[in-house]
């Protein structure tokens, strides 16, 4: 919750390489995945990116799908999003119901260091690939199963919405933001290949030997949950509505996103606002709550901007006007 500068409106802009990026923690490290949709994809995405060699084998395109579609529901879904997704990423297709596909999946696991899947337990025991077989096969491999729930509950169906909503992140009937199960179960799979790279090149007990890590969807939605199981965002909390400084407001043009809570930037805002200032007291009060939306409500988004960077406020506006381009479409990698 530490903010150490303001912000304000713009439009989102690609997030500069990290240094873990540049320093390619997984160089050398070659990752099969089997997996679809959005968390596996996503996670392998990260992988790459921290040097990983990936390979991707997906089941084949259905007949009744449009033209230029894959094996994978995402590149129906959002072509641009899967296209993301794959940059990079040595994309195969292979039925793995056939004996084609058998062969081509266990030339590719022989060579692999780590196996991303994103099925329920049944059907990978189905395809030869629970973790008793395959480790027997290939000792060295480790496994990071994406799944919906832990133990049993890897079975049972579910999607992003109702991770959520088990934890109580799907307040009203709107629908969330983004998808933050499926994003927060990725960055978990990609902790995990992370954990497998080390155990394996650990000189530990097991070094040298694969691991089995399983990644449920509705474990990560219940992280993210955490700070409101723990009373942070309960409505009155300094972050949960009563703290004046750390609140969505109406501006005149837009909306804006305050976010005020050290006493210097609270401080800051409360001046800008002609409220005066009396101790972090001031910004729990009724008043305050009320001076701060009334001048708040007077600015246009400009205006605010202007305010963020001269008096060091934490905040950031959104016209009502404004769109978002997340996705970038860079050219498909096969």
């Not at 590149?75 to 119901?97: C, E, N």
């Not at 077989?133 to 060295?140: E, F, N, S, T, V």
């Not at 959520?164 to 994003?183: F, H, I, K, R, S």
């Amino acid at each position: 919750m530490t903010a150490n500068t303001a912000t304000h409106s713009a439009a989102p802009t690609p997030t500069p390489t990290p240094d873990s990026t540049r320093l390619m923690p997984l160089k050398g490290l070659r990752i099969l995945s089997l997996a679809l949709n959005l968390p596996g994809p996503a996670a392998v995405r990260r992988c790459r990116q921290m040097g990983a060699v990936c390979v991707k084998l997906e089941p084949p395109a259905k007949a009744d799908v449009p033209a230029g579609t894959t094996g994978d529901p995402m590149s129906r879904y959002s072509p641009a999003a899967y296209a993301a997704l794959q940059q990079g990423v040595k994309v195969r297709t292979a039925d793995l119901k056939s004996t084609a596909g058998q062969a081509l999946l266990h030339r590719e696991l022989a060579r692999a260091d780590v196996l991303v899947t994103s099925f329920r337990p049944s059907a990978l025991h189905k395809l030869g690939l629970g973790w008793k077989a395959l480790h027997q096969r290939y000792p060295a491999l480790s496994q990071v199963a994406i799944v919906g729930g832990p133990g049993a509950a890897a079975e049972s169906p579910g999607h992003d919405l109702t991770y959520l909503a088990e934890n109580g992140l799907v307040p009203g009937l709107d629908l969330p933001a983004t998808l933050y199960a499926d994003m927060a179960g990725a960055l978990q799979a990609t902790e995990a290949v992370l954990q497998a790279a080390l155990l394996r090149g650990g000189t530990g007990r097991g070094a040298g030997r694969g691991v089995y890590l399983e990644i449920a969807l509705s474990d990560a939605a219940a992280t993210l949950a955490l700070p409101r199981g723990w009373g942070l965002t309960a409505s009155g909390a300094v972050v949960g509505g009563g703290h004046a400084g750390y609140a969505v407001y109406s501006c005149k043009n837009g909306r804006v996103a305050v976010a005020a809570l050290e006493p210097h930037f609270a401080q800051a805002l409360c001046i800008a606002a002609g409220v005066a200032w009396n101790g972090e007291a001031t910004m729990t009060q009724a008043d305050t709550h009320a001076a701060v939306a009334r001048f708040l409500a007077t600015q246009t988004c400009a205006a605010l901007d202007r305010l963020a960077r001269s008096r060091d406020i934490p905040l950031t506006t959104m016209g009502k006007s404004t769109a978002h381009v997340l996705i970038q479409s860079p050219v498909r990698n096969r």
